[in-house]
């Protein structure tokens, strides 16, 4: 469904590589050292950078001439970007229609959404009368409703505690199985990729090295950098 072909990129000195492809449907924890280039191959996808060379596609179709807003591409950050003087109901309606005017068969998908991820209580409140996990629920609730086959997410749960986080990654994984929604996730989690991954992209100095299913990913794998950062982390989580 993605395929970044031999897509080059230059920033401050660091040159980064990309080439490799993603399966419609999968939902692909992308993992690597900081700085190796993670949140930039996300950018890059989004439409926030441009290549210097190479080709981005989806379903055989280039997008490097499209805004980030025209690509097919849903998006959650760290900051959950939640406006703070709409309430949790009118931040997931910015997600079908910027100036909220939303008919009868919306206001019934931020209900139904607003379930599945359990804000539909809360759907009068401000966001600084909500929880970080709740707000976080809200601001998915408002990707899914876009109704987008792309979700990227840039370790948009690192902040809450590891019984949640987990949680909600699984809530996404429910989700995006249930709309046919393909996931690029990053994370320094080892324990969340394999939670919920289907597969795992390891990038190391600019370049994925390595495009594989889930169950590849271990201590022992043939790749030295991704066996190295594996023992790194796992310890680091013990």
């Known amino acids: 469904m993605i395929n970044f072909s031999q897509v080059n990129y230059h920033y401050q000195h660091q040159n980064f590589e990309f080439d490799l492809q993603v399966e419609q449907g999968s939902l692909v924890a992308i993992l690597g050292p900081s ?15 441009a290549p210097m060379k190479g080709d981005i596609t989806i379903e055989q179709q280039s997008i490097l001439s499209q805004a980030p807003n025209q690509r097919p591409i849903a998006i959650l950050f760290q900051d959950n970007n939640l406006f703070a003087h709409l309430t949790a109901y009118q931040n997931i309606g910015l997600g079908l229609h910027p100036g ?13 959404m607003s379930e599945q991820v359990e804000v539909d209580k809360l759907l009068t409140r401000l966001p600084e009368q909500l929880s970080g996990g709740q707000q976080q629920r809200v601001a998915l609730a408002r990707c899914f ?78 790749n030295e950098q991704l066996a190295q950062f594996m023992s790194a982390e796992v310890d680091a989580d013990r």
Request: aromatic residues 4%; positive net charge.
């Open 35 to 49: 700085g190796a280039g993670k949140s930039t191959l996300l950018n890059l996808l989004a439409g926030f950078i």
């Open 100 to 112: 909220l005017k939303l008919d009868a068969q919306q206001k019934q998908l931020i209900q139904t």
């Open 145 to 222: 409703v876009q109704n987008k086959p792309i979700l990227l997410l840039d370790e948009p749960f690192s902040a809450l505690d590891p019984v949640l986080r987990v949680a909600m990654l699984e809530r996404v994984s429910s989700l995006a199985k249930l709309q046919n929604v393909t996931v690029l996730m990053v994370t320094h989690h080892i324990s969340d990729a394999l939670a919920v991954a289907s597969h795992f992209v390891f990038i190391d100095q600019g370049k994925a090295t390595c495009v594989e299913n889930i169950n590849q990913l271990q201590r022992t794998h043939k």
